[in-house]
């Protein structure tokens, strides 16, 4: 078997295709069909994670160009993405727990303000508006 034909073999995976694609053609020329076998093996075995729900290929082939798609979906099992979200929500949860505990403290401490600065001024005996007091607001 050619190696042409080798990388043409309808059940030759893209992944496996590529790594043998690194091959030299004379080499690839050279290996028996029990060596290839053997080495398509090996590729499929030293795979990375490849298990997807949805794993759909393909080509459109146009006049003037090829183009090719990939849709992948499936569950993130990387690690480092899994990490770095898990930082974006512990910085989220982060915020949010910051912006509520200045909320909690700061309108009890603007009440306690307001109400220290009526008793300043009702100790002043300042009256900024002759004609309206607290005590005509709260009855």
Same mark, same amino acid.
């Given at each position: 078997?050619?190696s042409r034909?080798m990388?043409?073999?309808p059940d030759?995976?893209?992944y =496996?295709?590529?790594?043998l694609?690194? &091959? ?5 020329? $050279?290996? =028996?069909? $029990? !060596? ?7 590729? /499929?075995a030293?795979?990375p @994670? %490849?298990?997807?729900?949805?794993? @759909? *290929? ?7 160009? %090829?183009?090719? #798609?990939? +849709?992948?979906?499936? *569950?993130?099992?990387? !690690? /480092? =993405?899994? !990490?770095?979200?898990?930082?974006? *929500? *512990?910085?989220?949860?982060?915020? &949010?727990g ?5 909320? +909690?403290l ?10 220290l600065? #009526?008793a300043i ?9 002759p004609?309206?007091?607290?005590? /005509?607001?709260?009855r």
């Open positions: 078997m050619t034909r990388l043409d073999a030759l995976d893209p =496996t295709r590529a790594v694609a690194h &091959i030299e053609p004379d080499v690839l020329d $050279s290996l =028996t069909d $029990s !060596q290839f076998a053997a080495i398509r093996e090996a590729i /499929d030293a795979r @994670i %490849r298990r997807h729900p949805i794993d @759909i *290929r393909g080509v459109i082939p146009l006049y003037f160009a %090829r183009y090719y #798609y990939v +849709v992948l979906a499936g *569950r993130d099992r990387r !690690q /480092d =993405t899994t !990490q770095s979200e898990l930082g974006r *929500r *512990r910085k989220a949860s982060s915020r &949010i910051s912006v509520l505990l200045v909320i +909690v700061s309108v009890p401490l603007m009440v306690l303000l307001t109400l600065a #009526y001024k009702s100790f002043l005996g300042l009256d900024m508006d004609n309206h007091h607290l005590s /005509d607001f709260l």
